[in-house]
């Protein structure tokens, strides 16, 4: 009897370790960036991101739409109104009942108050619009508050535990428990997503979270979602809620 | 649009050593890739890149496809008079963006 509990307290103990980083030992994954690519994101006139913001701030103050408004119109000055939104984003949307992420967020402003069509995912112009907003909220913390969210974050965490694919492969398992053990040759981040929109080299350009998460999905021969759906704002809810009070480094440079 | 980010200081001291670091938007397709129906891409990089002070060339540059999406190029130069860095990126498909920068010299 009393071996079966100390085994029992045993399995409890590395399932309790493999679910979740202790929030002290959370690591950006800035941190294992190479010297050069560290000084590429820490320099706005070296970061190929900043082109998009630049880019990003000229749309805040184009006039668009059936509404010819601007998002300068309503929003004024973004250094001042849209410092701190991308540290709580996804946030809770009343009228969907569901969180939204920034995209999805602007999407709304662009279909409901500028009345022009939403951008589809990945385009150009949504990427600056978000790495432009993203970068009011740089050096603040990761804000996850609403107790909205909890429904949201809990799906999400499903999610990220759930074995899936066909190498039957969790996301857990490799950012919760196999973080900083190579995964050809290169580091497993703890996948806080801190610094999206992201420039990542290997793409060559900017892209948004969810582009991301399906990139891993790809990896992980698992058949991937399409772009704005519940699951990946779900994923997304979570691992904002998992990086809360981390640092918003957007927009970061990544391999 | 802003295509192009450079960074000249603003001021300097006569004799100087000044770095200037350039950073544009491009795609810089190599011209070896085929797209998802087996059609060849066609090249479309920036091939050259002059820098002008004063209008005399200080600095030139030319580029091949194998270099990476929004080239980011820096170099020094020795600030020996106030006046005007202009830089002048040309390419395939006409490409041909100019921008220019101020120096002061004391």
Redesign the interface.
């Known amino acids: 009897m009393k071996r079966t509990c100390a085994a029992l307290l045993l399995l409890a103990a590395t399932c309790a370790a493999a679910t979740e980083i202790p929030l002290a030992e959370r690591r950006s994954s800035y941190e294992t960036l190479s010297p050069e690519t560290k000084a590429m994101q820490d320099d706005d006139t070296a970061n190929p991101a900043m082109l998009w913001v630049l880019e990003g701030e000229t749309a805040w103050s184009r006039k668009t739409g059936e509404a010819n408004k601007s998002c300068a119109d309503c929003h004024k000055g973004a250094g001042e109104t849209m410092k701190g939104v991308a540290a709580r984003y996804p946030a809770f949307n009343e009228k969907r009942n569901a969180p939204v992420d920034l995209e999805g967020r602007i999407n709304i402003c662009r279909t409901e108050q500028q009345k022009a069509p939403a951008f589809p995912y990945e385009n150009r112009e949504l990427l600056a619009l978000s790495a432009f907003i993203a970068r009011q909220s740089r050096g603040l913390p990761i804000e996850s508050k609403d107790p909205r969210l909890k429904p949201f974050i809990d799906q999400g965490r499903t999610l990220f535990e759930a074995r899936q694919g066909q190498l039957n492969l969790a996301c857990s398992q490799c950012h919760d428990d196999n973080f900083g053990r190579k995964l050809a040759g290169i580091p497993m981040p703890q996948a806080h997503p801190t610094g999206y929109p992201v420039y990542r080299l290997e793409w060559q350009s900017l892209g948004s979270l969810q582009r991301r998460l399906r990139n891993c999905m790809i990896g992980m021969r698992t058949e991937f979602y399409p772009y704005g759906a519940p699951e990946y704002v779900a994923l997304e809810t979570y691992l904002m809620w998992r990086a809360r009070g981390m640092k918003v480094e957007s927009p970061a440079v990544r391999p | 649009?802003?295509?192009a980010?450079?960074?000249v200081p603003a001021k300097a001291k006569r004799g100087e050593v000044v770095a200037i670091?350039t950073?544009?938007?491009h795609?810089?397709e190599t011209g070896f890739r085929h797209s998802t129906t087996g059609e060849a891409i066609p090249r479309d990089i920036i091939t050259t890149l002059v820098v002008t002070y004063n209008n005399a060339e200080i600095f030139r540059a030319e580029l091949s496809p194998a270099i990476?999406?929004?080239p980011?190029l820096?170099f020094h130069t020795v600030a020996t008079e106030s006046g005007t860095i202009a830089f002048r990126w040309t390419g395939d498909n006409g490409y041909d963006v100019s921008e220019q920068a101020t120096i002061t010299v004391e």
């Open positions: 649009m802003a295509r980010l450079i960074n670091k950073l544009i938007s795609i810089m990476a999406a929004n980011f820096t």
